[in-house]
Structures are given as C-alpha cells and as structure tokens.
C-alpha cells in the first residue's frame, strides 16, 4: 500500500482508538466522582489530540491526489469520531459544571452502551485496510451498532421519563436532561459513524 494511503488508515486508526478511551475515562469518572477534575484534565488532553488528528486528515486530503476511498467518506470518519469526543467531554463537563453527582444509574448505563459501541467501531476502523476479507464482520458490527444505538434511545426515554416523575427540584431535571441529551447525541454518532463505515464497505460488494 502507498505511504500517502496507509496514512489515512493509521490516522483513523489513531482516531477510533481516542474514542475508546475518551468512554472507557467517562465510564471510570462516573464509577467514582472523586476522581472529576483529573479525569477532564485527560479527556481535554484526549480531545485535543483528535482535533491534531482530524485536522492531519483533512490536510492530507487536500494535498493528496489518490486516497484509498472516496473523499467525501474519509471526511465524515474523520469529523464523526471527532463529534463523539466532543459529546463525551461535554458530558463531563456539564457534571462537572452542575455538580450533578452522583450520577444516576441511567447514566452509566447509557455509557456502557456508548463505550461497547466504540469498541464495535474501533474494530471496524482497524480493518479498513482489509476490507474486501473483513467485509461480513464489519457489516456485522454495523448491526451491533444499530441495535445499541437503539438500546441507547431506550435508556434516554426511560431516564428522561424518570426524571420528570420523580425529581421534584426542576434545576435537577434540566441539569441530568442535558447530560443525557449529550451521552445520547454520542451514541447517535456512533451509529452515523456505523453507516458511513458500511456505505464504504459495499462499494466493494
């Protein structure tokens, strides 16, 4: 494979793999609120570093003539797993900001579910390179994907729904109504993620 090509798959390798961690630092915040300042610091640390790696991505497809798919898809990868770090920094912070702790079950749930996702995703992403013998696993994970973005809606309507029947402080509603709505924008992500990374594989069906 030409260098300039490979450079787009280590890239969106490096990508998919900041998006694991960024779930995998929420995932461990929201298990122990303590620890909200030094996890922000990592995930601000995370997020910065796929705003450089989107940007190289973008750069590299302005300079270069061939790349290994189509531009328009490379694009959407790149600038839809930048989305899910942002969402999951947003949700942080707005604990953080609102001192909405202790977190609510929902929302652990809601980010096991987002964190199961990236996984499926960084799976994907990584086999990119051998997408015409990785086909039916990759077209596999979109399925996961799809059925825990659906998981994922479920958890919102069901915590949203909780919220308003149970909390009687309204600054608490509106504060956890935000932090579900980023956690599940997230998701959302994911499955969009999920389908340009499908798009791309059955162009070469």
């Known amino acids: 494979m030409p260098k300039k090509e490979n450079d787009f798959f280590l890239l969106m390798k490096d990508s998919a793999e900041l998006i694991c961690e960024s779930s995998q630092?929420?995932?461990e915040a929201v298990k122990d609120p303590a620890s909200f300042p030094e996890k922000m610091k990592e995930l601000n640390d995370l997020e910065h570093r796929a705003d450089d790696i989107t940007q190289k991505i973008i750069d590299n497809l302005n300079k270069t003539l061939v790349t290994p798919m189509d531009r328009e898809d490379i694009y959407?990868?790149?600038?839809?797993?930048d989305d899910i770090i942002d969402f999951i920094q947003g949700a942080l912070e707005r604990m953080i900001m609102y001192k909405?702790?202790?977190p609510h079950s929902g929302v652990l749930e809601?980010?096991?579910v987002l964190d199961e996702s990236n996984r499926i995703i960084k799976t994907s992403i990584?086999?990119?390179p051998n997408i015409r013998t990785k086909l039916d696993m990759i077209l596999e994970n979109t399925v996961k994907v799809n059925k825990l973005e659906s998981e994922g809606d479920r958890l919102y309507r069901s915590e949203v729904g909780k919220l308003f029947e149970?909390?009687?402080n309204p600054i608490e509603v509106i504060k956890w109504k935000e932090i579900l709505?980023?956690?599940e924008d997230a998701t959302d992500r994911c499955e969009d993620l999920a389908?340009?990374?499908?798009g791309v594989v059955l162009k070469y069906v």
């Open 25 to 27: 630092l929420l995932l």
């Open 76 to 81: 959407s990868l790149a600038t839809t797993m």
């Open 100 to 102: 909405a702790i202790p």
């Open 110 to 112: 809601l980010i096991q």
């Open 126 to 128: 990584d086999n990119l």
């Open 166 to 168: 149970e909390e009687k």
């Open 181 to 183: 709505e980023h956690l």
């Open 195 to 198: 389908l340009v990374i499908k």
